[in-house]
């Protein structure tokens, strides 16, 4: 019986359920705890990169609109596919390679590589040359709707509407 107690799964379920307890309690003894402990944090910006429209270039706000629409719409479609390829995937990596009802599981060497950071690591190490180099990744482009500024507000960094 412990067993079934100790699956992820469960052990998920019955932190979520103490967890609600805890809220429902904390509710009742202090109900704006709950709201302070719920505070959003703050999303760090990137700097824009180089390349940029100039402002005599940029597309009209209706065309930025449905660019933006249709960005976070195919966003939250790959985040969708995403999570059905992963549970799916859970399923296929543990099978061996066969047929499978209408189905041919199999496998095939990658042609991508990637650098070895262990072994890296290992032979700066070796020559003393210190940690590794590193650099940032390209920042992720990120849209949400907002509420439309008054006329007459800034819009831009200095431009006014």
Same mark, same amino acid.
């Given at each position: 019986?412990?067993?079934?107690?100790?699956? $992820?799964? @469960?052990?998920? @379920?019955?932190? /979520?359920?103490? /967890? @609600?307890?805890? =809220? +429902? +309690?904390?509710?009742?003894?202090? $109900?704006?705890?709950?709201?302070? =402990?719920? @505070? &959003? $944090? +703050?999303?760090? &910006?990137?700097? =824009? $990169? +180089? /390349?940029l429209y100039e402002p005599d270039e940029i597309p009209a706000t209706e065309t930025i609109e449905a660019a933006a629409r249709e960005y976070e719409r195919a966003a939250d479609q790959a985040r969708r596919a995403d999570r059905g390829k992963r549970a799916a995937k859970k399923v296929l990596d543990k099978l061996p390679a066969g047929i499978y009802g209408t189905w041919r599981v199999f496998r095939t060497p990658s042609s991508r590589q990637t650098p070895d950071l262990a072994a890296i690591t290992a032979t700066y190490k070796r020559l003393g040359l210190g940690p590794v180099p590193m650099k940032p990744c390209a920042p992720s482009l990120k849209v949400e709707l907002v509420e439309v500024a008054p006329v007459g507000t800034e819009v831009l960094a200095g431009v006014a509407a």
């Open positions: 019986m412990l067993h079934l107690l100790m699956r $992820p799964r @469960t052990v998920r @379920t019955v932190r /979520g359920l103490i /967890g @609600t307890l805890a =809220d +429902a +309690a904390r509710s009742i003894v202090s $109900p704006a705890a709950l709201v302070a =402990d719920h @505070t &959003e $944090p +703050a999303v760090a &910006e990137a700097a =824009d $990169p +180089a /390349g």
